[in-house]
């Protein structure tokens, strides 16, 4: 089990009143014993948050890994998704996922990609009342650009809690980021590294500079934006190392610098 330190200088956001850490570990496109043997491993290394997802078809697995940890669920954070196609089965297809995790409820539940292009009005409802019965504890959104969200409030009048979506250096928009904050919503970064040139001069620099790796500087970068990032490997020595990216300060100067990486997109 990790030192209490590793776990507690991972930072959280405030989702209504359940704390949600900011460095999670993903799981996709892990499956069966390989997606268990992982989970079990983030567990024991520090990670508290385990993202997953109904189209990842690996809930079961998960589910696994999370009856035979020692961590108590009470100090576990797990998030699923329901792919755009289950309009309509909201509560089959969470109840599903609760089966599949072991679990009666997830502490986030995302709407995966906007159906059919739409907001997704009635399964947000749906959403709503899963929370309201206590099977989900905070309701979010991914994939979603903000005229959506804004479409999502204006019909029901509740922003998501989070938004997930593809965010790496070279995603970053100023202006996207800060209008999910105007709206108190958290933006969660998944595959920070896929659209991320390992090699660009400048993230070789910062991560010189702090005798760190590239890929914990770009973790670190999106925790000191107040990003909610998932990383994943099933590799332990990797997932220490994205770990322990929580741990490392960027000056305001390096920010800066990372951010420019994403100008013109």
């Known amino acids: 089990m990790p030192g209490q330190s590793e776990v507690d200088r991972v930072p959280v956001a405030d989702l209504g009143g ?8 993903g799981t996709h496109p892990m499956r069966g014993g390989q997606a268990t043997e992982a989970v079990l491993a983030a567990l024991e290394v520090g990670y508290r948050l385990v993202d997953t997802a109904t189209r990842y078809r690996n809930e079961e697995a998960i589910g696994a ?6 961590v108590p669920r009470g100090e576990l954070f797990v998030t699923t998704k329901m792919p755009p196609d289950c309009v309509g089965i909201e509560r089959r297809t969470l109840e599903e996922s609760l089966t599949a995790l072991g679990t009666d409820h997830v502490d986030l539940w995302l709407i995966h990609w906007p159906p059919g292009g739409y907001p997704g009005v009635t399964s947000w409802r749906a959403f709503a009342q899963a929370r309201e019965e206590g099977l989900v504890r905070a309701m979010g959104v991914s994939n979603y ?11 029901t009048g509740e922003y998501p809690a989070v938004n997930q979506r593809q965010w790496g250096p070279g995603d970053y928009d100023a202006g996207y980021a800060g209008a999910l904050a105007a709206r108190g919503i958290v933006l969660s970064a998944h595959s920070p590294l896929r659209s991320t040139d390992l090699n660009d001069p400048v993230l070789l620099s910062v991560a010189q500079a702090h005798d760190r790796s590239v890929h914990e500087v770009v973790v670190a970068w999106n925790l000191h934006h107040g990003v909610a990032v998932t990383v994943k490997s099933a590799h332990r020595e990797r997932m220490v190392r994205n770990l322990s990216a929580a741990g490392l300060t960027l000056t305001e100067e390096e920010v800066a610098a990372i951010d420019r990486l994403g100008a013109g997109r």
């Open 145 to 155: 650009p903000i005229e959506l969200i804004d479409a999502l409030y204006q019909a």
């Open 18 to 25: 359940r704390a949600m850490p900011l460095l999670g570990y």
């Open 65 to 70: 890994a999370l009856a035979q940890t020692a």
